[in-house]
T-cell receptor
Framework: GAGVSQSPRYKVAKRGQDVALRCDPI?????LFWYQQALGQGPEFLTY????????KSGLPSDRFFAERPEGSVSTLKIQRTQKEDSAVYLC????????????FGDGTRLSIL | KQEVTQIPAALSVPEGENLVLNCSFT??????LQWFRQDPGKGLTSLLL?????REQTSGRLNASLDKSSGRSTLYIAASQPGDSATYLC???????????FGTGTRLKVLA
């Protein structure tokens, strides 16, 4: 497809379970971003990859959050031992270059922790 | 720390009205400002991107302006339609970085 694809679209997990969220960026896009969006709020930055290198993970809320992009294309955001406050929409975005180009967003994964 | 504020938080207008959405940011050293539209349960759709060297961008009925020195941007929507109903978000990235700082959005409802 032409856009950023995220899966699953919805994920329900019990507190304490581990979850993995997938992002397929636009083909050839160098930069990949993860954002977290709480209900009624704007997205907040989590982490950034340039190709396979994770250059910034300053937005990850705790060491339970882990992201990878091993081959510089698909990325996975993993959350271990989920807690209720992890419930949010997780958005992935990609862009052609490091800066100066628009970011293109996927539809997100809505995560609900029971 | 960069903070982005959007006013109003919500807006309801009759179809056909011209309207202005406001975005302000505290640190003027930005590289880009981008306006997005978000429909319920969906991701963000890019509307307009203004680079720091530009003052405005236009696409169809949309016009976005940027005044970097005063830390403000406006999104002008002409002849609003019910299909324009959505949340509009602005985001900026600080010069030398790449991550976007978002406002909390303006929820727009255009009544038929």
């Amino acid at each position: 497809g032409a856009g950023v694809s995220q899966s699953p679209r919805y994920k329900v997990a019990k507190r304490g379970q581990d979850v993995a969220l997938r992002c397929d960026p636009i083909s050839g896009h160098v930069s990949l971003f993860w954002y977290q969006q709480a209900l009624g709020q704007g997205p907040e930055f989590l982490t950034y990859f340039q190709n396979e290198a994770q250059l910034d993970k300053s937005g990850l809320p705790s060491d339970r959050f882990f992201a990878e992009r091993p081959e510089g294309s698909v990325s996975t955001l993993k959350i271990q031992r989920t807690q209720k406050e992890d419930s949010a929409v997780y958005l992935c975005a990609s862009s052609e270059v490091r800066g100066g180009a628009p970011q293109h967003f996927g539809d997100g994964t809505r995560l609900s922790i029971l | 720390k960069q903070e982005v504020t959007q006013i109003p938080a919500a807006l309801s207008v009759p179809e056909g009205e011209n309207l202005v959405l406001n975005c302000s940011f505290t640190d003027s050293a930005i590289y880009n400002l981008q306006w997005f539209r978000q429909d319920p349960g969906k991701g963000l759709t890019s509307l307009l991107l203004i680079q720091s060297s530009q003052r405005e961008q236009t696409s169809g009925r949309l016009n976005a302006s940027l005044d970097k020195s005063s830390g403000r941007s406006t999104l002008y929507i002409a002849a609003s339609q019910p299909g324009d109903s959505a949340t509009y978000l602005c985001a900026v990235d600080l010069a030398g970085t790449y991550k976007y700082i978002f406002g909390t959005g303006t929820r727009l409802k255009v009544l038929a």
